[in-house]
């Protein structure tokens, strides 16, 4: 192609687009791969725009005049108010009208430049601070931001004289753009933003209309500090769409992030192509503000990426607390999107909007229930499943919706750590014994400050997953430091051979380890509330098992465990689990459900242990003045062997029992504790037959009987739809037929294994003849 | 935009402001002339003779402007221009006659008293060396580029009355315009 045909070519595209749009191309992006083009594109372009401004006057003109004008004379003409004269410029027109005043395009006859003069309505209170900013912001300068060049403030009205911007407003330029030009625009608006809060300047009435756009798509931020400050005046008669919530309530403080709130919406604009909150008058789209949740603009338009979304709808968030807290941050997260990097915002509507989307869903499983289309147990795996939707992706490992590398590293970390420091407690506690604290200080103490200030400040700055793994390594190295600390110090130092210690060398007396469980419980119990989270809690409650059992020390818990006393430890024991089960509630009465479960876990599983502990000792009838010691045979060697097993059987029971009670009127969380304990209740009513036939007491028949029992629960899962008796029947009976093999010695013989696998293809053959039944049963 | 500022002009002069009526008539009055011009074709060409049709358009308008409001077209100018091609009309059928009969024409100015604003449009108004090049250019297009640009520009209709009056949809109008201007601004761009 010629340069002639190529040229007339870019020139028709220029006309086309502006006679059908009314918008100009910019001379580059048509110019593209040709830039010698420009020139001559450019020279024709002028000529285009003179004719066409020649054609609005007529080609005829009065007298005098240059026809150049023409246009500007049809303008004056029309308009019958006359234009303000400035000193020292001459009045082009009049090019706008804003909340504070109108502008107008002045030629600077000194300085041969076009400016802009606004010239504010009324002298008052926000007058004095608007010119208070603009002589500010006259002191400071960014390319981005419109340049004030002259505030006349003895003038009246008042008038300040700034840089005149020629282009398009991102508004109406917006649509046309890429998502990463958009991104790219907003970072560079970030920027400017920051750099204006920097000096303490804010803008307070941004949006796409204040942000003008030149060829290159460099934006240009209008009206700085020139918006009326009042949020009951101007503001509230203007444009609402864009005020933040705390500019409605006058008792709310005002600062950078409301800014950072007006940038949100604008990114929101410009995604979705509607303001987020929208109504008829201002009062409905205040109204709206104030109790409605924005569409997401995804389900608006379903091109627009999600990280944009994530960041628009993070900074635009109700409370100031939860936005970014500088237009930095949200620029540098929206850098992140231009690399190609995972964004960071996590906006809180996300779990809201599927909290307030899964509630009806929830509704409608109850009703399900309610009309028997689904089993109990089919709607509690379906509330199951819902729940987890509403679990935070920062939370604990074991408990969060997706696992990341980010987590798995964290949490690795953090028990590296831990075990690291164990090892070197270990080796320098018993081996070499520590001088002085100044070692383990240094690699104790010190990480241990700087994991809690890590944790905090990042906690602080949202990166809560990080932040929790930090700070729970932190707890599992301040015990350590305590213990050596106290060795050192000679605290509570007792003499080897004492009685009454659990420790008998000396090295670590009760009162040292009472008091340094004690600390770390209660630190990891003060994080825990602090950071609302399952993880520390845990750790907590961990730990006031641990203090129970140090607290147990004084009471002689070695020699229980020296003499074989397990009854006593489990019935010391067992009080624990009511403290646990009543802190449970406790929490989640108010509230606290990351807290209350880890507790309510805690419970059954020291309530278990304890009463199995308690059962096996055999002593537990004891307690209460029986024995079944008469109903024994005189061979049993084992005077308790009765009553540990019926002891045992009972306990299957009453497990099963509590875990059925709890379900029926437990709370959500305390039927997750009973799904727990209905695993254990099957293989705890098992137990005893085991136990029976592992001590080959009585007679050899019971390893037959067990067999029996493990049989049958296997077929009565059937019956309470329980998987885990199904599990728990056919493990034991595996183990039934490993004893009753062992117990007679038939290994080697080949007829059992035959007959166990006849058995099988019984069983299977049965299986394949109930399908029949049921598929001619329909 | 400069329709809408007619129209303004119109409804404050109907109103009874002196200033808008001259203002409205020098606006007209630089549109019409070369509008004339150019429609009356090569042979009707004259300075003189277009300047006269222009007076005689204006006060016709002056005297009938009730009709104005009845008229189906919202444009003033388009208005205008149906008057200034009646009168180019009337012209040419008289050349013809005035060639059979070697009657001559009453000059204007003579028949009837040219009310204030009228005078002072027609007083005012001239044609620079600028226009005349936009003028020469716009002749040198074809008649259907230059048909486009003049319903556009200077009889100010909208695309969708262009569209009636030209049977075509208003996207093609709106290209056709395009390329008009286009051809029109290359037009001018020669040496």
């Known amino acids: 192609m010629t340069d002639h045909s190529e040229l007339e070519r870019c020139f028709a595209q220029f006309v086309e687009q502006h006679v059908l749009d009314g918008t100009r191309l910019p001379i580059e992006s048509l110019v593209a791969g040709r830039p010698d083009l420009a020139t001559p594109l450019r020279a024709l372009v002028d000529r285009y725009l003179d004719l066409d401004a020649t054609l609005d006057g007529g080609l005829a003109a009065p007298e005098g005049r240059p026809l150049r004008a023409a246009p500007t004379v049809a303008t004056v003409a029309t308009v019958p108010e006359a234009l303000p004269a400035f000193e020292g410029f001459r009045t082009i027109e009049r090019i706008g009208a804003g909340g504070m005043g109108e502008v107008y395009k002045l030629h600077d006859l000194t300085l041969e430049r076009f400016v802009a003069a606004k010239v504010l309505r009324r002298r008052g209170p926000s007058t004095a601070e608007v010119l208070r900013e603009a002589r500010s912001l006259a002191l400071f300068s960014d390319r981005r931001i419109v340049q004030i060049h002259e505030v006349r403030e003895d003038a009246s009205p008042p008038v300040i004289i700034m840089e005149l911007v020629e282009g398009f407003e991102l508004g109406r330029l917006g649509p046309s753009l890429e998502p990463r030009q958009r991104a790219r625009i907003l970072v560079d608006v970030c920027d400017a933003i920051q750099q204006a809060h920097d000096r303490g300047l804010q803008h307070r009435d941004l949006k796409p209309s204040n942000i003008m756009l030149d060829a290159n798509l460099a934006p240009k931020i209008l009206d700085f500090g020139l918006s009326d400050r009042d949020p009951s005046r101007g503001h509230l008669v203007g444009t609402p769409h864009y005020l933040a919530p705390e500019q409605l309530d006058p008792a709310a403080p005002i600062d950078a992030r409301t800014d950072v709130y007006a940038l949100g919406v604008v990114l929101y604009e410009l995604l979705a192509g509607v303001v987020p909150y929208s109504g008829a008058t201002a009062a409905d789209v205040v109204d709206a503000l104030r109790t409605r949740e924005p569409r997401l603009p995804v389900e608006i338009d379903p091109r627009v990426p999600e990280p944009l979304q994530a960041i628009a709808l993070k900074a635009m968030e109700r409370d100031p607390a939860q936005r970014y807290q500088s237009a930095r941050e949200m620029g540098l997260d929206l850098q992140r999107y231009l690399d190609g990097r995972p964004v960071l915002a996590r906006p809180t509507i996300y779990a809201s909007t599927l909290g307030s989307r899964v509630a009806p869903h929830l509704h409608h499983i109850d009703e399900w229930l309610r009309l028997k289309l689904v089993y109990r147990h089919e709607a509690e795996r379906l509330r199951a499943a819902y729940r987890e939707l509403e679990k935070r992706e920062d939370d604990w490992i074991v408990e969060t919706r997706s696992l990341s590398y980010s987590q798995i590293a964290l949490y690795l970390g953090a028990f590296l750590l831990v075990s690291g420091s164990l090892f070197y407690f270990g080796a320098d506690r018993v081996y070499h014994a520590v001088r002085g604290v100044a070692r383990p200080f240094a690699v104790l103490a010190v990480p241990f400050l700087c994991l809690n200030a890590a944790g905090r400040y990042l906690y602080r700055r949202d990166h809560k997953a990080v932040a929790v793994g930090l700070l729970l390594a932190g707890v599992g190295l301040l015990p350590l430091f305590l213990l050596i600390l106290f060795h050192e110090t000679g605290w509570w130092v007792v003499a080897q051979q004492t009685p009454g210690q659990i420790f008998r060398d000396g090295s670590v007396s009760n009162r040292q380890l009472q008091i340094t469980v004690a600390i770390a419980c209660g630190w990891s119990m003060w994080l825990a509330l602090r950071t609302r989270t399952a993880a520390l809690s845990t750790v907590a409650a961990v730990l006031m098992l641990l203090l129970t059992v140090a607290l147990l020390g004084d009471a002689g818990l070695r020699g229980w465990l020296v003499e074989g006393r397990l009854d006593r430890l489990a019935l010391h024991v067992a009080p624990l689990a009511a403290v646990y089960a009543a802190l449970g509630a406790g929490s989640e009465r108010t509230a606290r459900p990351w807290l209350a479960h880890p507790l309510y876990l805690g419970a059954v599983l020291v309530g278990v242990v304890s009463l199995d502990l308690l059962a096996l000792d055999g002593r537990m009838f004891g307690y209460v003045g029986l024995s079944l010691k008469p109903f024994q045979s005189p061979s049993v060697s084992s005077a308790t062997l009765l009553d540990t097993c019926v002891a045992l059987t009972l306990n299957g029971v009453a497990f099963y029992a509590a875990a059925a009670a709890m379900e029926r009127v437990g709370s959500d969380l305390v039927r997750r504790a009973a799904r727990m304990l209905f695993t254990i209740a099957p293989f705890s009513m098992l137990e005893p037959l085991g136990y029976l036939s592992e001590t080959n007491e009585y007679s050899r028949r019971f390893d037959w009987l067990y067999l029996a029992f493990a049989f049958a629960i296997v077929v009565a899962s059937h019956a309470r739809q329980r998987k885990s008796f199904y599990y728990a029947g056919l493990l034991n009976t595996g183990i039934a037929l490993y004893l009753i093999a062992d117990h007679r010695k038939w290994f080697d013989k080949p007829a059992w294994g035959v007959a166990l696998i006849a058995c099988g293809l019984a069983a299977m053959a049965a299986g394949y003849a109930f399908d029949r039944r049921a598929r001619s049963g329909l | ?191």
Request: net charge positive; hydrophobic share 45%; proline share 3%.
């Open chain 2, 1 to 191: 935009m400069d329709r809408q500022d007619t129209a303004r002009l119109v409804e404050r002069a109907r109103a009874g402001s002196t200033a808008a009526q001259e203002q409205l008539y020098a606006r007209c009055a630089a549109k019409l002339l070369p509008l004339i011009r150019l429609r009356m074709g090569p042979s009707l060409r004259d300075e003189l003779e277009s300047r006269d049709i222009l007076q005689v358009v204006l006060l016709k308008s002056y005297q009938r402007i009730g009709q104005f409001e009845g008229a189906a077209t919202g444009s003033l100018m388009a208005w205008l221009a149906r008057i200034a091609e009646n009168e180019i009309r009337d012209r040419a059928d008289y050349r013809g006659r005035q060639r059979r009969d070697g009657d001559l024409r009453a000059p204007l100015d003579a028949a009837a008293a040219v009310p204030a604003p009228v005078r002072s449009a027609l007083s005012q108004v001239i044609v620079r060396e600028e226009a005349s090049i936009v003028e020469r250019a716009l002749a040198s297009l074809t008649d259907a580029q230059r048909e486009v640009i003049l319903l556009r520009r200077f009889e100010e209709l909208t695309f969708g009355e262009m569209a009636a009056r030209l049977g075509k949809s208003e996207d093609a109008c709106r290209m056709a315009f395009a390329r008009a201007m286009t051809a029109l601004t290359l037009a001018l761009n020669r040496p």
